[in-house]
T-cell receptor, first 116, second 112 residues
Framework: AQKITQTQPGMFVQEKEAVTLDCTYDTSDQSYGLFWYKQPSSGEMIFLIYQGSYDEQNATEGRYSLNFQKARKSANLVISASQLGDSAMYFCAMREPSGSARQLTFGSGTQLTVLP | DSGVTQTPKHLITATGQRVTLRCSPRSGDLSVYWYQQSLDQGLQFLIQYYNGEERAKGNILERFSAQQFPDLHSELNLSSLELGDSALYFC???????????FGQGTRLTVV
């Protein structure tokens, strides 16, 4: 079974509008971390936001917020006031404390295009 | 700038050859991770080192190996290269624990 599922291969949003990118995850651990990364066409992976499984409040970083619904196992990324520079691939990832490893498992990504 | 440095940025080589990718982690980060991003497999974890020791292995082929040196930089060695090894190879570092990992800019490997 997929550990991280991103069901939207592509999304379009009008500049200055808000957009939500979906992410669901599957884990039996109680302690885990959820991450979102942005990959522009230049290729680098840019860390955006982190949510710990025990965090009671949704994480926010500037225009990015994470809508964390633990019971539904979802961790959607909300980008407010979209900008043209937000056009990129967005990846949701999870880190589980399996033994001493701390690697990330990534979803397949969502390609976001911001329209002028 | 994430603080993680990868060299080279681009590499073109022939099948059957051997290459070495280099990664310098952020200052103070003890953990180094290697990931492979290809069109058909997506982003896949290869291997992790922590303070010089191998900590975890993912979908890493036997033709691939890595090490982390005392100064904490890491190298990923890819040998007997095949066309299917063409991919973007990322190094990431983190201080440890359940914290975010910061990625380098990647090395784009093309095997011809």
């Amino acid at each position: 079974a997929q550990k991280i599922t991103q069901t939207q291969p592509g999304m379009f949003v009008q500049e200055k509008e808000a957009v939500t990118l979906d992410c669901t995850y599957d884990t039996s651990d109680q302690s885990y971390g959820l991450f979102w990364y942005k990959q522009p066409s230049s290729g680098e992976m840019i860390f955006l936001i982190y949510q710990g499984s025990y965090d009671e409040q949704n994480a926010t970083e500037g225009r990015y917020s994470l809508n964390f619904q633990k019971a539904r196992k979802s961790a959607n990324l909300v980008i407010s006031a979209s900008q043209l520079g937000d056009s990129a691939m967005y990846f949701c990832a999870m880190r589980e404390p399996s033994g001493s490893a701390r690697q990330l498992t990534f979803g397949s990504g969502t390609q976001l295009t911001v329209l002028p | 700038d994430s603080g993680v440095t990868q060299t080279p940025k681009h590499l073109i080589t022939a099948t059957g050859q051997r290459v070495t990718l280099r990664c310098s982690p952020r200052s103070g980060d003890l953990s180094v991770y290697w990931y492979q991003q290809s069109l058909d497999q997506g982003l896949q974890f290869l291997i992790q080192y922590y303070n010089g020791e191998e900590r975890a292995k993912g979908n890493i082929l036997e033709r691939f190996s890595a090490q982390q040196f005392p100064d904490l930089h890491s190298e990923l060695n890819l040998s007997s290269l095949e066309l299917g090894d063409s991919a973007l190879y990322f190094c990431a570092s983190s201080p440890g624990g359940n914290t975010e990992a910061f990625f380098g800019q990647g090395t784009r490997l093309t095997v011809v």
